[in-house]
């Protein structure tokens, strides 16, 4: 299994980014998906997830109101729109990969629940 983030950048205080990830070699509707990040000196920490088929969404509160996961099973791809962009919004963000059924029981927010990670994509947010 391959999955491949890409989209992020540099972007100013208050601006916007949409972040990919594409999943390959495995069926993609049969995976639940999230976002991390990982700020530099931090530990990783969990962003939102989306159910296989979008009927459930989770987020941290610092992502509620201004980053929206979505996902379209027929491109294998999941996404992140990132609205008010802040500095503390800075870090590596990855895309995740749980099965379906493991979403419903909770828990989405740990690292351990997830069999597959992308390579990261570095998002910073300038002052």
């Known amino acids: 299994v391959q999955l491949q983030a890409f989209g992020g950048g540099l972007v100013q205080a208050g601006g916007s980014l949409r972040l990919s990830c594409v999943m390959s070699g495995r069926t993609f509707s049969t995976y639940a998906m999230s976002w991390f990040r990982q700020a530099p000196g931090k530990e990783r920490e969990f962003v939102a997830a989306i159910s296989w088929n979008s009927d459930s969404t989770y987020y941290a509160d610092s992502a509620k109101g201004r980053l929206t996961i979505s996902r379209d099973n027929a491109k294998n791809s999941v996404y992140l729109q990132m609205n008010s962009l802040k500095p503390e919004d800075t870090a590596v963000y990855y895309c995740?990969?749980?099965?379906?059924?493991?979403?419903?029981?909770?828990?989405?927010?740990?690292?351990?629940?997830?069999?597959?990670w992308g390579q990261g994509t570095l998002v910073t947010v300038s002052s």
């Open positions: 995740a990969a749980q099965p379906w059924k493991t979403y419903y029981s909770g828990s989405n927010s740990s690292p351990v629940r997830y069999d597959y």
